[in-house]
């Protein structure tokens, strides 16, 4: 047909008549090959089949009836859109909203799904951790049997005695950057110096930093108490990418004592390093960084030892002995008779109560040192309902205020009301925490703890529930409430939220699953 002219109905159906029939023409039937001569299938393939079949035909009917009774729950429950979805069977009028929604969190009990991949992820963390440890001692030794030679004081007595010569009387009390000590002067080693042997008696032991300071709380700390001279030393593991580490001293060795407690003044000895001992220095003494040297008292917790090197040491040092004053009994029994009597209270409204006391004390501290006045704490108590007769905290408060300065560090007071858990549980908190501040800033933005927090594995949302955006919502929102900067997570803000769940839970391996489930550590 020419280009440019129109086509009349009559021709379009001559066309479309002619395309049909030239496919039917060109169209070959397709013909099913049949095998023939086939043996039946046996028995065994028979039955695995059958299972397979009615394996599926479950799963299908099983997400059924999950849908359906998630679409009448939704019909019986039309606000849940607005303001969450009956989580609970039991609903306790004495708990408030953000309670109930903190205590979801206390159902991610049961083992992580990817039990098999935690477990292999687990242990390489172990042989991260065994490699980082023996690393860091094989630079305690290098620097106790060469550095410590070379800047020994008894270095210098050689060269006074030749600068007394020369007239340069006074110069050996100089600063190191004008002393000059030739080689023939240097001794290869002093009286005090120390031998591999006797530096090999030592007790190998990991510590955190007590501070609210995130970027402090989480530095990696490895120390070492030697036997032979009742010295230790404390070095920091650093980490730069994947390859690069370095361990540098943070408290140089030396003969320390105690700072505060009942063994104030009283050297160090083999007895005072358990997990959960507190180890007390003063931060003038020491080349800190400027924010651990705004506390004057550094404060050490040990959160694990080496029980070999420790039962090895306590069978060869014979004046071992593991002493408890009976002050220290009875401090410890007015901590557990106060925390008895909140004990009931404190098991559902842990969360709201922690972080509440945590941002209340945050917003009365004025001058940012974590000290309070009796009053302060007095109208806290009185503030949350927390009742304790007045003698019983007259006697809390003669232990807390040891320095007799009539202030008290809030975060002390709070766990001394409501206990702290321990250092197995925190160890797990720093993982979950450090995991989100990759960065080591001291803050988490609440954009990233979205990111990261998953709820797929939470027990109601198995079972048609409640939706993944439901359980993060709750726990956001619980979150959000204890933080000063609703925009942001403080370390101490997300430790005290999980001080307050971890009340409730009494087993440690729950606690840990309620942790390792939403943040895959």
């Given at each position: 047909?020419?280009?440019?002219?129109?086509?009349?109905?009559?021709?379009?159906?001559?066309?479309?008549k002619t395309s049909c029939q030239m496919k039917k023409e060109s169209s070959v039937p397709e013909q099913k090959t049949i095998l023939e001569n086939l043996s039946t299938p046996a028995d065994k393939y028979k039955l695995e089949y059958c299972q397979y079949e009615a394996d599926v035909k479950g799963d299908n009917k099983q997400y059924s009836e999950r849908i359906a009774?998630?679409?009448?729950?939704?019909?019986?429950?039309?606000?849940?859109?607005?303001?969450?979805?009956?989580f609970e069977d039991g609903h306790n009028d004495d708990l408030t909203a953000l309670d109930e929604k903190a205590l979801l969190q206390q159902s991610y009990t049961s083992k992580p799904y990817n039990m098999q991949h935690s477990m292999r992820k687990s242990e390489a963390e172990d042989v991260a951790a065994e490699r980082k440890k023996q690393a860091v001692v094989e630079?305690?030794?290098?620097?106790?049997?060469?550095?410590?030679?070379?800047?020994?004081?008894?270095?210098?007595?050689?060269?006074?005695?030749?600068?007394?010569?020369?007239?340069?009387?006074?110069?050996?009390?100089?600063?190191?950057?004008?002393?000059?000590?030739?080689?023939?002067?240097?001794?290869?080693?002093?009286?005090?110096?120390?031998?591999?042997?006797?530096?090999?008696?030592?007790?190998?032991?990991?510590?955190?930093?007590?501070?609210?300071?995130?970027?402090?709380?989480?530095?990696?700390?490895?120390?070492?108490?030697?036997?032979?001279?009742?010295?230790?030393?404390?070095?920091?593991?650093?980490?730069?990418?994947?390859?690069?580490?370095?361990?540098?001293?943070?408290?140089?060795?030396?003969?320390?004592?105690?700072?505060?407690?009942?063994?104030?003044?009283?050297?160090?000895?083999?007895?005072?390093?358990?997990?959960?001992?507190?180890?007390?220095?003063?931060?003038?003494?020491?080349?800190?960084?400027?924010?651990?040297?705004?506390?004057?008292?550094?404060?050490?917790?040990?959160?694990?030892?080496?029980?070999?090197?420790?039962?090895?040491?306590?069978?060869?040092?014979?004046?071992?002995?593991?002493?408890?004053?009976?002050?220290?009994?009875?401090?410890?029994?007015?901590?557990?008779?106060?925390?008895?009597?909140?004990?009931?209270?404190?098991?559902?409204?842990?969360?709201?109560?922690?972080?509440?006391?945590?941002?209340?004390?945050?917003?009365?501290?004025?001058?940012?040192?974590?000290?309070?006045?009796?009053?302060?704490?007095?109208?806290?108590?009185?503030?949350?309902?927390?009742?304790?007769?007045?003698?019983?905290?007259?006697?809390?408060?003669?232990?807390?205020?040891?320095?007799?300065?009539?202030?008290?560090?809030?975060?002390?007071?709070?766990?001394?009301?409501?206990?702290?858990?321990?250092?197995?549980?925190?160890?797990?908190?720093?993982?979950?925490?450090?995991?989100?501040?990759?960065?080591?800033?001291?803050?988490?933005?609440?954009?990233?703890?979205?990111?990261?927090?998953?709820?797929?594995?939470?027990?109601?949302?198995?079972?048609?529930?409640?939706?993944?955006?439901?359980?993060?919502?709750?726990?956001?929102?619980?979150?959000?409430?204890?933080?000063?900067?609703?925009?942001?997570?403080?370390?101490?803000?997300?430790?005290?939220?999980?001080?307050?769940?971890?009340?409730?839970?009494?087993?440690?391996?729950?606690?840990?699953?309620?942790?390792?489930?939403?943040?895959?550590?």
């Amino acid at each position: 047909m020419p280009c440019g002219q129109h086509v009349t109905s009559q021709q379009f159906k001559q066309i479309s008549k002619t395309s049909c029939q030239m496919k039917k023409e060109s169209s070959v039937p397709e013909q099913k090959t049949i095998l023939e001569n086939l043996s039946t299938p046996a028995d065994k393939y028979k039955l695995e089949y059958c299972q397979y079949e009615a394996d599926v035909k479950g799963d299908n009917k099983q997400y059924s009836e999950r849908i359906a009774e998630k679409k009448r729950s939704y019909l019986q429950c039309p606000e849940a859109s607005e303001k969450g979805t009956q989580f609970e069977d039991g609903h306790n009028d004495d708990l408030t909203a953000l309670d109930e929604k903190a205590l979801l969190q206390q159902s991610y009990t049961s083992k992580p799904y990817n039990m098999q991949h935690s477990m292999r992820k687990s242990e390489a963390e172990d042989v991260a951790a065994e490699r980082k440890k023996q690393a860091v001692v094989e630079q305690v030794m290098l620097d106790q049997l060469s550095r410590a030679v070379i800047s020994d004081p008894e270095q210098s007595t050689r060269g006074d005695v030749s600068k007394e010569v020369h007239g340069l009387l006074g110069l050996g009390t100089a600063p190191v950057r004008f002393r000059k000590r030739t080689l023939h002067e240097t001794k290869v080693r002093t009286k005090s110096g120390l031998t591999e042997n006797m530096l090999s008696k030592k007790l190998r032991f990991d510590s955190r930093i007590i501070s609210r300071n995130g970027r402090d709380a989480c530095r990696d700390l490895i120390g070492f108490f030697f036997a032979c001279d009742r010295s230790l030393t404390v070095y920091e593991f650093r980490q730069f990418g994947k390859n690069r580490t370095n361990a540098l001293p943070f408290i140089q060795k030396g003969v320390y004592q105690h700072q505060r407690g009942q063994k104030k003044g009283k050297a160090y000895d083999l007895s005072d390093f358990y997990v959960g001992a507190n180890l007390t220095f003063q931060s003038v003494h020491h080349n800190l960084p400027k924010s651990v040297k705004q506390n004057p008292i550094l404060t050490l917790r040990v959160i694990s030892i080496d029980e070999g090197a420790m039962d090895f040491l306590k069978d060869s040092v014979l004046e071992f002995k593991q002493e408890y004053s009976e002050q220290m009994i009875d401090d410890s029994s007015v901590f557990k008779k106060i925390q008895g009597m909140l004990r009931e209270t404190l098991s559902k409204r842990g969360v709201r109560v922690v972080t509440g006391l945590g941002k209340y004390f945050r917003h009365m501290d004025k001058n940012r040192n974590g000290f309070l006045s009796q009053a302060d704490f007095k109208e806290a108590l009185k503030l949350f309902h927390l009742e304790v007769p007045e003698q019983d905290f007259e006697s809390l408060w003669l232990i807390l205020d040891d320095s007799k300065s009539g202030k008290v560090d809030y975060g002390e007071f709070i766990h001394a009301i409501a206990g702290e858990m321990n250092e197995y549980r925190k160890a797990f908190v720093r993982k979950a925490y450090m995991k989100l501040d990759f960065n080591k800033t001291g803050s988490v933005p609440m954009v990233d703890i979205r990111k990261c927090y998953c709820a797929k594995k939470h027990p109601l949302v198995l079972a048609g529930k409640a939706t993944e955006e439901e359980i993060k919502s709750s726990f956001l929102e619980t979150l959000g409430e204890s933080c000063s900067n609703p925009e942001e997570v403080s370390y101490s803000e997300f430790e005290d939220y999980y001080e307050g769940l971890s009340i409730g839970i009494t087993d440690d391996d729950d606690f840990v699953n309620i942790l390792r489930n939403p943040w895959g550590i």
